[in-house]
């Protein structure tokens, strides 16, 4: 009686945690309201923000392109886009990023990093959340020349 | 009342499991990775909780265990186990079946090395698993096993949390990874308490063995005496863990009830049948070496449940912390009815008979011995302890008294269904469950 009591304890608590682990994916997949939110970023971007921009250079003497180049690789870094795409063989060489430029346009770039789900609804890619000025930069950084 | 414990402690159980799990939610709106993908991500972050809860549970904490008694936690760890190895082997495979390509991980070669950590934690488990449910058929000695079982589960355990640093999109913000440390942390300072504290205080705390006295079926009455301090204070009826010819360090402790009462006398006993490979060795203690004990533990006690008259029901080895109660009761000069139904197969086999037969004389008891092979002439009861035999021998005030199994797993399920179908209360009857070893 005690070992049923125990399994019934555990049966219990196993159906519990599955369920709220199902309530946990519903809580983050609540409508599609925030997809076209994100999907919203994407189109009423200008295209080419941030990314063509006048060639002046900054107190340290780097172009604009240079600093959002260099701010994309901290963003890059920071969301771990590695742990899937690789650059110049860093990486995991699953999902090469070389050359991507010529491969997509900008808005397509973008969509795949903030709503993967509209180039493929089948993919198992989350969408990032990032500000204006990372999402920007991080467009900037993977199309840039040195590894296209 | 029971049942309202058990809410209670299946609620802290979820909190502490999935806690960690929903406060992720918190400060992210959206990530548009579809359902089941968070589904499968929520079922390993779930499962791998579950696996730090794992080392909780059998961490010892008195208090924590007391309402249950000690076996319904450890039989709690060994199938809740099973239920967190089904959410972590899930994990990977809901998320490969909603996108193929992840299946390339399973490539060591070629996978990132958090991926490999992960798949590493899976196979750790899958171990863990198959040496602790098949460990007899698969012959490992206990200790070994023991050992095995402690770093199979603090790798399965380790590598899971590496696998969730190193991919690290839900534990991105500090304050989150923080947060997430904190928990590992937690769960690697319980071992570090179970494994490096617990054993440096009892190693402080030594004991002197003073007796090893045989007693009728293959058993022994180890004696030990605390050498330099107190020992503890405990309940009749209570089990501690038993270290002999080894180093608290060692994990070669083995839980045995204390056969022993608590009034007057300092010595502590533990009445020991010959079963496996440790007891075995109970016969080669001598007097004057050291041991350790661990304890007190369990719920199983007349004193946590104050009745008019107490029913005690033993099979085999299981007079052991029924006589720390008989001895206590003795002790106290308490004068409260005790009947006492005692299986054995063999009259010349049972054991502490001669110490049963002094008590008599000594307390309000009752005594009911129920052989499975009686000696010619016997005219007591044969057989095993059936509702026939309960009915015949239980006042017709059985449903005010409170009753104590200990025996077999099958003796005792038998007799709780019995006692169930002679209208005895379920909250009256106690058992506990030593199928540990």
Redo the contacts between chains.
Sequence with gaps: MRILFAKLLVVVTGLLIVMLAFLFALLRNPSDDARVAAVNQVTQTTPGAGVVAPATSDANGRTPQATAAARGRAVYDEQRCRACHSIEGEGNTRAPLDGVGDRLTEREIRLWIVAPQEMNPAVAKRGYELSEEDLNALVVYVTAGSHQ | MRLAW?AFW?AV??CM??GP??VL?VG????????????A???GF?GTA?MGMQFMLTARFKHAMAPF?I??IY??H???A??ALV?ILAHPIV?AS??P??L?FLNPL???W?MTAGLASIVSLTMLMVTSWWRRRLSLHYDAWRRWHSALAIAALGLALAHIG????YV?APWKRALWTAIGASWLGVIAYVRIVSPWSMLRRPYDVVDVRPERGDAWTVVVRPRGHQGFRYHPGQFAWLTLRASPFAMHEHPFSISSSPVGSEHLEFTIKELGDFTATIKTVRSGETAFVDGPYGAFTIDRHPARGYVFIAGGIGIAPLMGMLRALADRGDTRPIILFYAYRRWERLTCREAIETLRSQINLRVIYVLGEPPEGWDGETGRIDSGVLSRHLPSTRRNLHYFVCGP?AM??AV??ALYDLGVP?GQ?H???FDMA
């Design positions: 058990a299946v159980y979820l499991a999935l799990l929903f939610l992210t709106t959206q990530t548009n990775a579809g359902f089941w993908w968070d589904f991500i929520a079922l779930a579950m008694g076996d319904i039989y709690f060994r199938y809740i099973v239920v959410l998320l909603d996108n390509a992840l390339g070629r996978a990132p958090q190193g991919v690290g999109h991105a797993e005792t399920e709780e269904r379920l009857l058992t506990e469950l």
